[in-house]
């Protein structure tokens, strides 16, 4: 009816698949709940340091901390045993309430 | 090689540039040489070889005196005054020339200055300025402003241009900064001196950044508006420096190949309400230079926006298009405008990778025998192999020098990751698509390109985990 070109053709078979594909996911998110995290991304644990396993050099790598912080965090964590919550970082010498608000899009305690 | 003379011309006028920015030779010295070279042509243009020799000098001098020209800083400007006054605060006037930026708990922009007022002197003036603002305010492009404030010259920060960052904005022509003071620092003056264009390219941007909002998850819209409208802000810091700990972070930036999909969809849609051939190839153009003002014209977009508008052009005189010559114009006319661009790393990464994919690959290719291979998988593989691994040899020596960094798993990682960018960017146009033609399928749209972001996160975090992923210099 259109006279399309195979490369066109091609174009609304891609669009045909990116439908069927989201319809599969849709109906296969309803019986099986951990299709849902794939269907709505959180950063809850993408690409985040781990705060109690972290050497210097990693800590170093994060925007905002530098040779000075990166000693202090890790020696807090040898102190007490670890960061149960990331929220300690606080307790920090050089970690403002700005500061952390920045850090903690890159950490997690785990 | 007559027939890639182009080449040659481009190629001796960057080098001019070059050459200019090491060397400190006058102004009037690299001018008289430029005339001395224009008039050798003249006098020896029937002479076939000594011609092209003199135009090739010509370029060279060309490129020399073009830098000197948008290095100097004219009388006007704002730079000249900062330095005879001594006044704390300023008011200056001007007008938003950059999209506002989101910086520390406020706002950043560039502003043209227009008028300077201290408190012994006012006078008109000229130049661009960092201004950062502190607190929830919202601000547009072209916008007109009064802003008062405390300026500063960045060398006083300890920024001089050979710093990365001071690099960055002395090639922008940007000397100063001004922090507006708290309260009535800034006052909005209600007349909009921005390009007509550019803000309804802006209006067109934040339309589509908000259609991906609402459908999606914030993730999964923050890397679709940086892939699909140039906007990488928005992108968590994590997922960033994970794809800069592999090398993939360039399928972030806005490049040829978004032009080439924005070119396919508006052909096929001419084509689908029966424009003629012609027509539709005419009317392509002027949405590719709005699609280039949407993603803030950076040098990739720029240089796949001017190939393509010449491959589109040949098309219409129905000449066959030489890719290294429309490559080497792209350049030229980048440089044209700004021969600082040279120096900038997004323009020598975007030209050195694409040079070095036009060049290399072939070469690769048959050296491998590739197209020998029977099993198409295979054969798709290895190629998109060589491919990566061609961009990568051009590009090594640029990320090492500016980065400081060698990343050897970027070729394997852009195997995997590369089809996926280019699946998410097919799904934000589709999803842009569905949302005027067809808004009851967006939703499954939306699902799907969830998914893919999911695999592209989750594939660049194994790579980024690697032993050998990065070795730092």
Redesign the interface.
Same mark, same amino acid.
């Given at each position: 009816m259109?006279d =399309?070109t195979p490369? @066109?053709r091609k %174009?609304v078979l891609? +669009?045909a698949c990116? !439908?069927?594909?989201? =319809?599969t +996911?849709?109906l296969v998110s309803k019986f099986y709940t951990p299709v849902k995290h #794939?269907? %709505? =991304? %959180? =950063?809850e644990a993408?690409?985040? #340091?781990d705060i109690n396993t972290a050497d210097k050099e990693l800590l170093v %790598? !994060?925007?905002g901390i530098g040779n000075t912080l990166a000693e202090r965090i890790i020696k807090y964590r040898e102190e007490n045993s670890g960061f149960k919550a990331l929220e300690e970082m606080r307790l920090i010498k050089g970690i403002t309430r700005?500061r952390f608000d920045k850090l903690k @899009?890159?950490l997690i305690a785990k | 090689m007559k027939k890639r003379f182009m080449v040659a011309f481009v190629l001796f006028f960057a080098s001019g540039i070059i050459g200019a920015n090491l060397l400190s030779v006058s102004m009037a010295c690299k001018y008289l040489l430029f005339a001395v070279s224009l008039a050798s042509g003249f006098l020896l243009r029937k002479k076939s070889g000594w011609l092209e020799v003199c135009i090739l000098c010509v370029a060279f001098f060309f490129g020399a005196c073009l830098l000197e020209s948008a290095q100097r800083v004219p009388d006007c400007h704002i730079r000249n005054f900062y330095l005879h006054t001594r006044s704390p605060v300023h008011v200056i006037k001007g007008f938003i020339i950059q999209e506002p930026q989101d910086s520390y708990g406020g706002v950043s922009f560039v502003l043209r200055a227009q008028e300077l007022h201290s408190e012994t002197s006012s006078r008109s003036c000229c130049g661009d300025i960092l201004v950062y603002v502190g607190g929830k305010g919202k601000y547009s492009y072209g916008e007109s402003l009064l802003i008062k404030g405390k300026l500063q010259s960045f060398s006083r920060r300890g920024l001089t241009h050979k710093d990365k960052y001071g690099a960055y904005l002395y090639n922008r022509g940007i000397f100063l900064a001004l922090r507006a003071l708290k309260g009535s620092g800034v006052v909005r003056v209600h007349k909009n001196q921005g390009l007509l264009l550019k803000r309804f390219a802006l209006y067109l941007k934040e339309g589509s950044a908000r259609i991906f909002s609402r459908h999606t998850s914030p993730i999964t819209a923050s890397i679709l508006k940086a892939m699909v409208l140039g906007e990488k802000q928005g992108v968590p810091k994590s997922i960033y420096r994970a794809m800069i700990h592999t090398g993939t972070v360039h399928i972030l930036v806005v490049s040829g190949f978004n032009v080439g999909i924005v070119s396919m969809l508006l052909l096929c849609g001419l084509k689908l309400i029966r424009v003629p051939r012609k027509a539709r190839f005419v009317l392509c153009i002027p949405f590719l230079i709005l699609y280039c003002f949407i993603t803030g014209a950076c040098a990739p977009v720029v240089r796949a926006s001017i190939l393509a508008i010449l491959l589109l052009c040949a098309k219409l005189a129905q000449r066959e298009a030489d890719t290294y010559v429309s490559f080497a114009l792209a350049a030229f006319i980048i440089l044209l405008y700004d021969p600082r661009q040279l120096f900038d790393v997004g323009f020598q990464l975007s030209f050195s990778s694409v040079f070095a994919i036009l060049y290399l690959y072939p070469k690769f290719s048959s050296f491998l025998r590739s197209s020998a291979l029977k099993k198409r998988y295979s054969r798709y593989i290895l190629e998109a192999g060589l491919v990566s691994l061609a961009a990568w040899t051009g590009t090594v020596f640029f990320i090492a020098y500016h980065f400081k960094v060698i990343t050897p798993v970027t070729v394997f990682a852009n195997i995997a990751i590369v089809p996926l960018a280019t699946l998410i960017t097919l799904c934000g146009f589709t999803l842009l698509t569905f949302n005027f033609l067809c808004p009851s399928l967006i939703l499954y749209a939306a699902l799907t390109t969830e998914l893919c972001c999911y695999l592209l996160v989750k594939i660049n975090l194994f790579f980024a985990k690697l032993p050998w992923a990065q070795f730092r210099i």
């Open positions: 259109f =399309l490369q @066109e %174009s891609f +669009l990116i !439908v069927f594909i989201g =319809l +996911l849709r #794939i269907t %709505s =991304l %959180s =950063l993408f690409g985040k #340091i %790598s !994060v925007p700005y @899009e890159h | -």
